[in-house]
T-cell receptor, first 111, second 117 residues
Framework: GNSVTQMEGPVTLSEEAFLTINCTYTATGYPSLFWYVQYPGEGLQLLLKATKADDKGSNKGFEATYRKETTSFHLEKGSVQVSDSAVYFCALKGGGNKLTFGTGTQLKVEL | GAVVSQHPSRVICKSGTSVKIECRSLDFQATTMFWYRQFPKQSLMLMATSNEGSKATYEQGVEKDKFLINHASLTLSTLTVTSAHPEDSSFYIC?????????????FGPGTRLLVL
């Protein structure tokens, strides 16, 4: 079946540091890939997505590139801010209407 | 934006009682709603998918008689945990999407923390 593996947190960074959160997946066929973000006290929100190999999703300074050869979709941001502190979930959608999520990675950004 | 609310946000109940959790789409009509369960440090596990006016489709291993789902209107779905036991303690999250959008555009509620004593 489909599965998503992402790095365990928490990840603690200083403001303006570079961020990478690793995500790899296992799926049959050609899934669509997503990153969701959950700010404290709020529901998950779609951050970015990529629907085919080599696509790059981007939003709010975050980027992730769909790498089929390495089955990866790592999330990156060049300079994090305190307001980026949240839990980040990698997810995929294969055939059908279901999303498969990773375990989430908590990011803490300090001044 | 599209807002989904859940009520209550937190509930504590005694073993053997039933608990109802509401999920509402506040500013759009949700043709499909999803219910997830999340254990500490684990991913969201899809429990069931419900479409308005029809029976929910449960994932393998989810007891439909224990987790009753009702999607009576385009803005409301309810999850009732019947005869709750301590092992049902978890974080329950709902999401909803519109017919015009794909499954990735699910709008998530903030979740309900259930503790069964």
């Amino acid at each position: 079946g489909n599965s998503v593996t992402q790095m365990e947190g928490p990840v603690t960074l200083s403001e303006e540091a570079f961020l990478t959160i690793n995500c790899t997946y296992t799926a049959t066929g050609y899934p669509s890939l997503f990153w969701y973000v959950q700010y404290p006290g709020e529901g998950l929100q779609l951050l970015l997505k990529a629907t085919k190999a080599d696509d790059k999703g981007s939003n709010k300074g975050f980027e992730a590139t769909y790498r089929k050869e390495t089955t990866s979709f790592h999330l990156e941001k060049g300079s994090v801010q305190v307001s980026d502190s949240a839990v980040y979930f990698c997810a995929l959608k294969g055939g059908g209407n279901k999303l498969t999520f990773g375990t989430g990675t908590q990011l803490k950004v300090e001044l | 934006g599209a807002v989904v609310s859940q009520h209550p946000s937190r509930v504590i109940c005694k073993s053997g009682t039933s608990v109802k959790i509401e999920c509402r789409s506040l500013d759009f009509q949700a043709t499909t709603m999803f219910w997830y369960r999340q254990f500490p440090k684990q991913s969201l596990m899809l429990m069931a998918t419900s479409n308005e006016g029809s029976k929910a489709t449960y994932e393998q291993g989810v007891e439909k008689d224990k987790f009753l789902i009702n999607h009576a209107s385009l803005t409301l779905s309810t999850l009732t945990v019947t005869s709750a036991h301590p092992e049902d303690s978890s974080f329950y999250i709902c999401s909803a999407n519109r017919a015009s959008e794909g499954a990735e555009t699910q709008y998530f509620g903030p979740g309900t923390r259930l503790l069964v004593l």
